[in-house]
């Protein structure tokens, strides 16, 4: 069997979306014999699959908006896409702006019709979760590569599994020591995401079915810190956060409480979450990100679907509190109920091993 290109996977989505590629970029390893490349949007792809042996390339769009004629990157991209030309490419995109932005750029970079494979003719089943959907998609094959492709050795599995590299293990070793954090069990709040965010700043609390109110999150510091009295309580956003993530710290009012907004690149958090004692989370990007790295999770959020609850990586494990079928707020939900259910997670004493 004469040997395949990389097969090319295109997603234009968010972080969760990319981490809930990982299986199916997995299974067409083993399909093609090949890593893939991934053709993405943002500035985070690239180090979300650092280290993954399962992907040999990644380019992304960070704005993948501009129009064609003004964009020197979109053209870029289209380069890129040409000399993989010859590649089976698996379109994961479905919202119908950016897969017409998707097909056209495949076009101009002379990508064959016969060489592309879409998510859109593989229609989800009902309740289907979008990892099982995006693995029965692994299974079609573009016209032109019908017979060149093998049979899966081994099951993928169904959840995303992801690695720290060793440069982002040593980041984080040196951090966590410069912080004084070195040693001790670090539980993750996960307080905001995009959901959260207006274009002037967070969301307030009675304008999201998402958020949880502030005091909500300091009085689960508190009760954390009393079940665990040696931990720290590591509050978890992206810069624009901050002053909300602050907001938490000064309600809590507690050393052992840290904001971390300005501190944690992806790279930093994905290796934080590979050692942390445990997250508690709203949906959002980082949870899912938790789930694959194997940190034991509470989430929760009103308006996520069964579909699209985080999946634990093998030995995590993910506790869902909500839901459609449960009301559509969060904050609804009693500080005591989401302490117990993260009393209720297993005891996790792996830490990866220093880096010298």
């Known amino acids: 069997m004469p040997q395949a290109p990389h097969p090319l996977v295109i997603r234009f989505g968010r972080l969760d979306d990319a981490v809930s590629l990982q299986p199916l970029l997995h299974k067409l390893q083993q399909r093609y014999d090949e890593p893939c490349d991934l053709f993405a949007i943002g500035g985070w792809p690239g180090e979300l699959y650092a280290d993954q042996l399962e992907v040999a390339d990644v380019s992304a769009l960070r704005a993948p ?105 040593a980041d984080c070793e040196g951090w966590l020591r410069g912080r004084g954090l070195h040693g ?53 956003g992206c810069p624009r956060e901050a002053g909300y993530l602050e907001g938490i710290r000064a309600i809590a009012d507690n050393a052992a409480v840290v904001s971390l907004a300005d501190e944690l690149p992806l790279a930093r958090l994905k290796a934080l979450l590979a050692c942390a004692h445990s997250m508690v989370s709203v949906d959002t990007g980082p949870a899912h990100l938790a789930a694959a790295l194997g940190c034991p999770l509470v989430v929760f959020g009103a308006a996520m679907p069964a579909q699209r609850v985080p999946r634990a990586a093998p030995g995590g ?40």
């Open 184 to 236: 001790r069990p670090l539980v993750l709040l996960q307080p905001a995401g995009t959901h959260a965010m207006r274009w002037n700043g967070m969301r307030a609390t009675a304008d999201g079915d998402r958020s949880w109110p502030l005091q909500h999150w300091a009085a689960l510091a508190w009760t954390i810190l009393e079940t665990l009295p040696s931990a720290r309580v590591l509050l978890c």
């Open 65 to 169: 908006r501009r129009p064609l004629l003004l964009s020197r990157e979109r053209w870029r991209a289209i380069g890129w896409l040409r000399r993989r030309r010859d590649a089976p490419v698996y379109v994961c995109e479905q919202q119908p702006r950016a897969l017409l932005r998707i097909r056209s750029m495949l076009t101009l970079a002379g990508v064959p019709a016969e060489h592309r494979a879409y998510l859109a003719d593989t229609p989800p089943r009902e309740h289907e979760h979008r990892v099982d959907h995006l693995l029965r998609f692994g299974d079609s094959t573009p016209p032109a590569f019908h017979g060149r492709c093998n049979a899966l050795a081994v099951d993928p599995g169904a959840a995303p599994q992801l690695r720290v590299d060793t440069a982002a293990r």
């Open 317 to 356: 494990v993910v506790t869902v509190l909500g839901g459609p079928l449960h009301g559509t707020r969060v904050d609804g939900l009693a500080v005591e109920q989401v302490a117990a259910a993260w009393r209720g997670l297993p005891l996790r004493h792996a830490h990866w091993r220093a880096v010298a």
